[in-house]
C-alpha cells in the first residue's frame, strides 16, 4: 500500500514508519516541525517527508492515512486530513495501527507519567536476549536495540503505554492511547496530574487510570510502584494479581536496593524503573538470573539524562523531561548525580497544554530544586486561541512564584552565552521534547 503519515517527525510515527517500511509498503509524510533525532532518523531510511502541512504532501494515489501526534489536535482544519477525507481512504491514528500490527494476546503495558519508556525499553531487551522475539513499541530511540518498534510473529509485546489521546478521528469519543493495547499485564509507575488540557482535574486523570485497570483480566498482572502518586487507590480496581515495587520501601514485593542492579544509568529513579521491569519479568516466569544480567547491561533511551559533554567546571545533559512533573524529576536526578555542582534548568516549553493560561500554576514548585532557570522563546501555533495563550512572560512569572532564579531569554545565542556565564561548576539541563533550536549544538560549539 501507499501509506501517508500526517505528524512523521515525531518519536513513535517516525517509528511506524520504519516498521511499515519494513513490512513492504511506500510511505511518505509530513510534520508541522522536523527536528533531529528524528528527521537523521528519517533520513536514513529514505522515507520523503515535507514540512510544513499542505494538501499538496498528500499523494492522490494514496491507499492509507495516519493521523499522528497533535496534527488535528492543533489544528481540526489539517488540509491533509481534510484532503485525505475527501478521498474517502482510510485514515487511522497510530495507536490503531499499532493494534492492528504490534500488540498480540501476551500484551505488556507500562503506564504512568515518567519511566515509561525506560522500563519498556529494558522488559523489550531482556525479552529480546531471553530469544521471545517479542512485537514491541518503546517512544525513543533505544541504545541496545536498533529498532524501537517492531512487529514479530511472537505472541509476547511490549508497548509504551501513552495516556495522552488519540487525535479527534471520526465519530470516536477522545479517549487514552493505552485503552487501544489491550493489556494482560500492567506496569504502572504514578499517576500524578498532568496532561491538564485532556484531563480538567486531578479526579478526572486518577478515574482514567482506574478504568486502564479494570480492563485487566483476572489471570493477568498488575505490578504498581508502592510509592507512586495515587497508585494505592487506583490499584483496588484491579480483578487480577498485583504485586509493588519500590527503590527502598520495605513493604513493597521487590524492593530495588536489594537487587544491587545497573549502576550505569543515571539516577536513582531509573535503579526503581529496572526494579519495575524485573519484578514484571520474574512473576511472569522468566529465568531471573538471565533477567538481571539482561537489565545489568541496559543501555537505557537516548536524550533520558543523555551527557553531551562533561569537564571538571560544566556537564551538559540532554533530557526529554517536557512537564512540570518530568522536569522536577529530571532536576532531583541531576542534583543526585551532580552533588556539587549548580544546576542550570533549561525547560522549552513545547507542548499546546503548558501554554494554556489556565494551567500555569501546575509550575508552582516544579523549577524549584534548580539553582537557575532559563525559558527559552514560547513559540505560539497560527491556530492557538490567543486569549488563552500565556506569552512566556507569564509563564516565566508563574515559575517566579516559588523560584525566584527564573529569566526569559528569546534568541538561542543569547541564552548559550547567559547559562555559560553562570558563574561555579555547573550541570546544564536541557529538557524538552522539541529540537530546542538548535541549542545543545550551539552550547557544544561554545564549550569544545
Not at 513513535?12 to 510511505?27: C, F, I, N, P
Not at 497533535?70 to 491533509?80: G, T
Not at 516559588?402 to 548559550?416: G, H, R, S, W
Request: with cysteine; glycine share 6%.
Amino acid at each position: 500500500m501507499k501509506i501517508h503519515i500526517i505528524g512523521i517527525a515525531g518519536k513513535t510515527s517516525a517509528a511506524v514508519a520504519k516498521m511499515l517500511t519494513d513490512l513492504g509498503h511506500e510511505v511518505t509524510g509530513s510534520d508541522q516541525g522536523c527536528y533531529p533525532p528524528m528527521t537523521d532518523f528519517l533520513d536514513s531510511l529514505g522515507i520523503v517527508y515535507k514540512t510544513p502541512y499542505d494538501e499538496n504532501n498528500l499523494p492522490d494515489d494514496v491507499d492509507y492515512v495516519i493521523v499522528a501526534g497533535n496534527a488535528l489536535i492543533i489544528n481540526p482544519n489539517n488540509p491533509e486530513y481534510l484532503k485525505a477525507k475527501k478521498l474517502e481512504v482510510p485514515i487511522k491514528p497510530y495507536s490503531k495501527v499499532l493494534q492492528d500490527f504490534v500488540i498480540k494476546e501476551n500484551s505488556i503495558v507500562v503506564a504512568g507519567n515518567y519511566g515509561k519508556g525506560t522500563i519498556s525499553g529494558a522488559i523489550t531487551k531482556a525479552l529480546v536476549d531471553l530469544g521471545v522475539n517479542p512485537s514491541y513499541m518503546v517512544s525513543g530511540l533505544m541504545e541496545d536495540l536498533e529498532d524501537n518498534l517492531k512487529s514479530t510473529d511472537s505472541m509476547w509485546s511490549v508497548v509504551e503505554g501513552d495516556e495522552y489521546f488519540d487525535p479527534p478521528i471520526g465519530d470516536e469519543p477522545p479517549r487514552s492511547k493505552f485503552f487501544n493495547y489491550n493489556p494482560k499485564y500492567l506496569v504502572l509507575t504514578s499517576a500524578e496530574w498532568d496532561h491538564f488540557d485532556k484531563f480538567p482535574t486531578q479526579r478526572d486523570y486518577i478515574d482514567n487510570y482506574k478504568e486502564l485497570v479494570k480492563t485487566l483480566p483476572s489471570d493477568g498482572l498488575l505490578v504498581a510502584n508502592y510509592d507512586g502518586e495515587n497508585l494505592k487507590e487506583i490499584i483496588k480496581e484491579a480483578s487480577c494479581n498485583v504485586v509493588t515495587y519500590s527503590l527502598v520501601n520495605p513493604h513493597a514485593d521487590y524492593v530495588g536496593d536489594e537487587l544491587l542492579l545497573n549502576p550505569a544509568l543515571l539516577g536513582r529513579f531509573n535503579h526503581a524503573n529496572l526494579t519495575a521491569a524485573y519484578a514484571m519479568l520474574a512473576e511472569l516466569g522468566f529465568d531471573t538470573e538471565r533477567v538481571l544480567h539482561s537489565l545489568n547491561h541496559y543501555r537505557g533511551l537516548k536524550q533520558r539524562m543523555t551527557v553531551l559533554y562533561e569537564d571538571d567546571q560544566t556537564v551538559l545533559v540532554r533530557d526529554l523531561a517536557h512537564s512540570p512533573v518530568k522536569a522536577k524529576a529530571a532536576i532531583s536526578a541531576a542534583k543526585e548525580v551532580w552533588p556539587d555542582k549548580k544546576i542550570v534548568a533549561v525547560l522549552e516549553i513545547v507542548a499546546t497544554s503548558l501554554k494554556d493560561k489556565s494551567v500555569l500554576t501546575r509550575l508552582h514548585g516544579a523549577l524549584d530544586g534548580a539553582d537557575q532557570v532559563f525559558i527559552p522563546r514560547v513559540k505560539l501555533g497560527a491556530y492557538m486561541d490567543r486569549e488563552k495563550v500565556a506569552t512566556g512572560k507569564e509563564i516565566v512569572e508563574a515559575i517566579k512564584e516559588t523560584q525566584p532564579n527564573v529569566e526569559y531569554v528569546a534568541k538561542i545565542e543569547d541564552l548559550a552565552t547567559k547559562v555559560l556565564k553562570v558563574s561555579g561548576p555547573k550541570v546544564i539541563l536541557l529538557m524538552s521534547s522539541g529540537g530546542m533550536n538548535g541549542l545543545d549544538k550551539e552550547l557544544l560549539e561554545k564549550l569544545q
